[in-house]
């Protein structure tokens, strides 16, 4: 399992997810608002804008924000200007770390997430340090309850690269160009998603326990909490009795 999904897998079992739910809303919108200004405000046409309003429809956002975040951006965002950046490093352990941002403030930015890295035992490095070891994919997930020869085959006929077993969960992976429409295949063939999102999955993974565990879910945290910080992806792996006795 990617360090990214491991982290999703962590967050749902602290109860993190509910307990941040307004900057999950602040983020979205601010990716909403910036792919309306991007590439028009409607969603048929804008496949980043429609996959932004997928996921705030996902965490039950009120149609009113998603609209009121289009119009923001259609409308050009007048005296606001987001600069999109990733930065690289390394965490704990030498666990490669990628950091998406969005921010009208770059230097306030690099200055946070650098803070965050040597805070959490890591560093940042040189852009390409680190985003060799990832590869962007569509990752599709569903529960383990649904029968998964029956989504093997849709999702192959559909288009997608792979389907596999991890472990309390069914993965499907795609190439990004060919994601929404294997993910709306699968849902009219009645396959309900989990999630569904264009990510970063790494090549390896490093196993992480102890201190350098913590730590690096420290860091993980610390990152997301910080409201330019749009997606952080890693290649760390805990297993869960470790995450079991940190909780």
Same mark, same amino acid.
């Given at each position: 399992?990617?360090?990214?999904?491991?982290?999703?897998?962590?967050?749902?079992?602290?109860?993190?997810?509910?307990?941040?739910?307004?900057?999950?809303?602040?983020?979205?919108?601010?990716?909403?608002?910036?792919?309306?200004?991007?590439?028009?405000?409607?969603?048929?046409?804008?496949?980043?804008?429609?996959?932004?309003?997928?996921?705030?429809?996902?965490?039950?956002? *009120?149609?009113?924000?998603? &609209?009121?975040?289009?119009?923001?951006? #259609?409308? =050009?965002?007048?005296?606001?200007?987001? @600069?999109? !950046?990733?930065?690289?490093?390394?965490?704990?352990?030498?666990?490669?770390?990628?950091?998406?941002?969005?921010?009208?403030?770059?230097?306030?930015?690099?200055?946070?997430?650098?803070?965050?890295?040597?805070?959490?035992?890591?560093?940042?490095?040189?852009?390409?340090?680190?985003?060799?070891?990832?590869?962007?994919?569509?990752?599709?997930?569903?529960?383990?309850?649904?029968?998964?020869?029956?989504?093997?085959?849709?999702?192959?006929?559909?288009?997608?690269?792979?389907?596999?077993?991890?472990?309390?969960?069914?993965?499907?992976?795609?190439? *990004?160009?060919?994601?929404? &429409?294997?993910?709306?295949?699968?849902? #009219?063939? =009645?396959?309900?998603?989990?999630?569904? @999102?264009? !990510?970063?999955?790494?090549?390896?993974?490093?196993?992480?326990?102890?201190?350098?565990?913590?730590?690096?879910?420290?860091?993980?945290?610390?990152?997301?909490?910080?409201?330019?910080?749009?997606?952080?992806?890693?290649?760390?792996?805990?297993?869960?009795?470790?995450?079991?006795?940190?909780?």
């Amino acid at each position: 399992m990617s360090g990214h999904n491991k982290w999703s897998t962590i967050k749902h079992k602290k109860g993190a997810a509910d307990a941040k739910r307004g900057k999950i809303f602040t983020k979205i919108i601010k990716e909403i608002s910036v792919a309306a200004k991007l590439g028009g405000g409607d969603p048929a046409a804008n496949p980043r804008l429609r996959t932004a309003v997928d996921k705030a429809k996902g965490e039950n956002m *009120p149609k009113d924000n998603i &609209e009121r975040a289009i119009k923001k951006g #259609a409308g =050009g965002m007048e005296g606001v200007t987001y @600069e999109e !950046t990733t930065y690289e490093g390394y965490g704990p352990g030498g666990v490669a770390v990628l950091v998406e941002v969005m921010t009208d403030n770059r230097n306030r930015t690099v200055s946070d997430v650098r803070s965050i890295f040597t805070k959490c035992n890591g560093n940042m490095g040189e852009t390409g340090c680190v985003s060799w070891i990832f590869d962007k994919k569509g990752l599709i997930i569903f529960p383990r309850t649904i029968d998964f020869d029956k989504l093997f085959e849709a999702a192959i006929e559909a288009g997608a690269e792979d389907v596999a077993e991890q472990d309390e969960q069914f993965e499907v992976t795609t190439d *990004p160009s060919y994601f929404m &429409e294997v993910r709306d295949a699968l849902a #009219a063939a =009645g396959f309900k998603p989990e999630s569904a @999102e264009v !990510t970063m999955i790494p090549q390896t993974l490093i196993k992480l326990e102890g201190k350098q565990a913590e730590s690096m879910l420290k860091m993980m945290d610390r990152l997301e909490d910080n409201d330019d910080v749009q997606n952080v992806y890693a290649n760390f792996d805990i297993s869960m009795e470790e995450m079991e006795n940190m909780m």
